[in-house]
């Protein structure tokens, strides 16, 4: 871990990023007493000082904030502005005035991609990226090709270690704890390979559509979207050798083998779907072919995961609400119990993010009575009932470790570009999208990828109602 920052700079610090997210974060971080920097707000548009505060203050309402907290007014009392067009160096000239006394400042771009060169240069010609972390949101590129470009143009100017590739998806409290699970309990690792488990399945999928973000959705899609970053991510947590300790690089390590394990992907590996009505969306194309649905089947070719199945399905519009990821395990070599009564159903474990945090081992035992009646019970662990109040949000820990040099929530770079390169033959030649009726889980064409059992594995009966 690096050095303590001593001064956070925000470009885009008038933005919907920052005013939904970034601005209840570091209230959050200031009330809990872990931020204590000056933070500079900085935008094109013509503000005042005066005009941000009152916008953070509307942010931290619309939050749930009570009005002038201890943590507000100390927020607001750290505050600085710099107003100027990003691509005019009489912006950085008066952002380096703020900054003549800092040494350690972490620049976030919240901004679209496309700025990100004219500031980064522009950073490097005033002097101010000697030892600063510069953190940048995604998309990461939106191909191979587009992400190797932004990784040079980066390194051009930065080195490896200030630069921060967030993925909010890294930051929930329940995706961290499946690092725990795995390599702080000896009792999975031995069962934790091919032998044991017979799948891998990893569910994401919501209950609302695009929301009237149809012109951006037709930039993206599905796949582009969430299953080669976030959901990708969760696969290399799941599948990823124990790394020789914690530190960001011995992580980025074990994941990088795991991308370069997985079997090429071709048109027998995904279904995409595209639910009824989103081409009636303002913004989208009467013919569209953009994917609002995916799933995959993929073998991760290595002497851990040889021969076992990876599913993933992802898509809007659908029944439910809910991310998790299920572990399942095979079938005894021998049912000792032929003539016991009930279904029988392999030992689970489940991992699920939404709609809440829970940890959860399904396993068969026998009913009270003379006979022999098998039934499954699940042995659970909600998070929030079990430990507490919720961890910190994404955002606010994702911005907490970006202060203290934190390294390991964040994406290094040729972390990025593997990930697009799994994908990139699914990018380039896609098979048509399918229809499917909105409420549904997706065109019925992906039920030659997924596992059969698929209803039973998931936890449908047991999510509670979303809100």
Request: proline letters at 7%.
């Given at each position: 871990?690096?050095?303590?920052?001593?001064?956070?700079?925000?470009?885009?610090?008038?933005?919907?990023?920052?005013?939904?997210?970034?601005?209840?974060?570091?209230?959050?971080?200031e009330a809990r007493g872990q931020l204590?920097?000056?933070?500079?707000?900085?935008?094109?548009?013509?503000?005042?000082?005066?005009?941000?505060?009152?916008?953070?203050?509307?942010?931290?309402?619309?939050?749930?904030?009570?009005?002038?907290?201890?943590?507000?007014?100390?927020?607001?009392?750290?505050?600085?502005?710099?107003?100027?067009?990003?691509?005019?160096?009489?912006?950085?000239?008066?952002?380096?005035?703020?900054?003549?006394?800092?040494?350690?400042?972490?620049?976030?771009?919240?901004?679209?991609?496309?700025?990100?060169?004219?500031?980064?240069?522009?950073?490097?010609?005033?002097?101010?990226?000697?030892?600063?972390?510069?953190?940048?949101?995604?998309?990461?590129?939106?191909?191979?090709?587009?992400?190797?470009?932004?990784?040079?143009?980066?390194?051009?100017?930065?080195?490896?270690?200030?630069?921060?590739?967030?993925?909010?998806?890294?930051?929930?409290?329940?995706?961290?704890?499946?690092?725990?699970?795995?390599?702080?309990?000896?009792?999975?690792?031995?069962?934790?390979?091919?032998?044991?488990?017979?799948?891998?399945?990893?569910?994401?999928?919501?209950?609302?559509?695009?929301?009237?973000?149809?012109?951006?959705?037709?930039?993206?899609?599905?796949?582009?979207?969430?299953?080669?970053?976030?959901?990708?991510?969760?696969?290399?947590?799941?599948?990823?050798?124990?790394?020789?300790?914690?530190?960001?690089?011995?992580?980025?390590?074990?994941?990088?083998?795991?991308?370069?394990?997985?079997?090429?992907?071709?048109?027998?590996?995904?279904?995409?779907?595209?639910?009824?009505?989103?081409?009636?969306?303002p913004g989208v194309a009467a013919d569209?072919?953009?994917?609002?649905?995916?799933?995959?089947?993929?073998?991760?070719?290595?002497?851990?995961?040889?021969?076992?199945?990876?599913?993933?399905?992802?898509?809007?519009?659908?029944?439910?609400?809910?991310?998790?990821?299920?572990?399942?395990?095979?079938?005894?070599?021998?049912?000792?119990?032929?003539?016991?009564?009930?279904?029988?159903?392999?030992?689970?474990?489940?991992?699920?993010?939404?709609?809440?945090?829970?940890?959860?081992?399904?396993?068969?035992?026998?009913?009270?009575?003379?006979?022999?009646?098998?039934?499954?019970?699940?042995?659970?662990?909600?998070?929030?009932?079990?430990?507490?109040?919720?961890?910190?949000?994404a955002y606010e820990r994702l911005l907490?470790?970006?202060?203290?040099?934190?390294?390991?929530?964040?994406?290094?770079?040729?972390?990025?570009?593997?990930?697009?390169?799994?994908?990139?033959?699914?990018?380039?030649?896609?098979?048509?999208?399918?229809?499917?009726?909105?409420?549904?889980?997706?065109?019925?064409?992906?039920?030659?990828?997924?596992?059969?059992?698929?209803?039973?594995?998931?936890?449908?009966?047991?999510?509670?109602?979303?809100?």
């Amino acid at each position: 871990m690096s050095e303590r920052a001593d001064s956070l700079v925000l470009f885009g610090a008038t933005g919907d990023l920052a005013y939904k997210k970034l601005f209840p974060a570091l209230h959050a971080l200031e009330a809990r007493g872990q931020l204590g920097i000056p933070v500079v707000g900085i935008a094109r548009e013509g503000w005042t000082l005066e005009r941000l505060c009152q916008r953070i203050r509307d942010s931290l309402r619309d939050a749930g904030v009570p009005d002038g907290d201890d943590a507000t007014e100390r927020l607001i009392g750290s505050m600085r502005y710099v107003h100027g067009e990003y691509s005019d160096p009489a912006t950085f000239d008066a952002l380096a005035g703020v900054l003549v006394d800092v040494s350690r400042p972490v620049f976030y771009l919240a901004i679209p991609p496309a700025i990100f060169e004219d500031v980064v240069d522009s950073l490097a010609h005033h002097g101010l990226t000697g030892d600063c972390r510069v953190v940048v949101e995604k998309p990461l590129g939106r191909d191979l090709e587009s992400a190797q470009a932004l990784n040079r143009m980066l390194a051009s100017e930065l080195r490896e270690d200030q630069i921060y590739r967030i993925d909010h998806f890294l930051g929930y409290e329940q995706v961290q704890n499946l690092l725990v699970a795995r390599f702080g309990n000896t009792m999975l690792e031995p069962l934790w390979n091919r032998r044991y488990v017979s799948h891998v399945h990893i569910e994401m999928t919501e209950s609302f559509g695009v929301e009237g973000r149809g012109s951006f959705y037709e930039t993206v899609g599905c796949l582009r979207d969430v299953v080669q970053n976030h959901l990708l991510q969760l696969v290399c947590i799941l599948a990823m050798d124990p790394p020789v300790s914690m530190d960001a690089d011995a992580i980025a390590d074990e994941k990088m083998k795991v991308l370069r394990s997985i079997s090429p992907l071709t048109h027998d590996s995904i279904v995409r779907g595209q639910y009824d009505g989103y081409r009636e969306e303002p913004g989208v194309a009467a013919d569209s072919d953009v994917d609002t649905y995916c799933a995959l089947r993929f073998e991760i070719d290595s002497w851990r995961w040889a021969g076992v199945p990876f599913t993933i399905r992802a898509g809007k519009g659908m029944a439910r609400t809910l991310t998790e990821a299920v572990v399942e395990y095979v079938a005894p070599p021998r049912q000792l119990f032929p003539d016991a009564d009930g279904t029988f159903e392999p030992n689970r474990m489940r991992f699920r993010m939404k709609p809440d945090d829970l940890i959860e081992l399904s396993m068969q035992v026998k009913q009270p009575g003379d006979r022999v009646v098998m039934e499954t019970v699940d042995l659970s662990v909600h998070y929030s009932t079990r430990l507490g109040l919720p961890g910190p949000a994404a955002y606010e820990r994702l911005l907490g470790d970006a202060i203290e040099g934190e390294r390991r929530l964040f994406a290094r770079g040729d972390l990025v570009e593997e990930q697009w390169r799994v994908v990139e033959p699914l990018l380039e030649d896609p098979p048509p999208v399918e229809p499917y009726w909105r409420g549904s889980m997706g065109p019925a064409g992906a039920s030659r990828l997924l596992p059969d059992d698929l209803p039973d594995m998931l936890s449908s009966p047991h999510v509670p109602a979303a809100t």
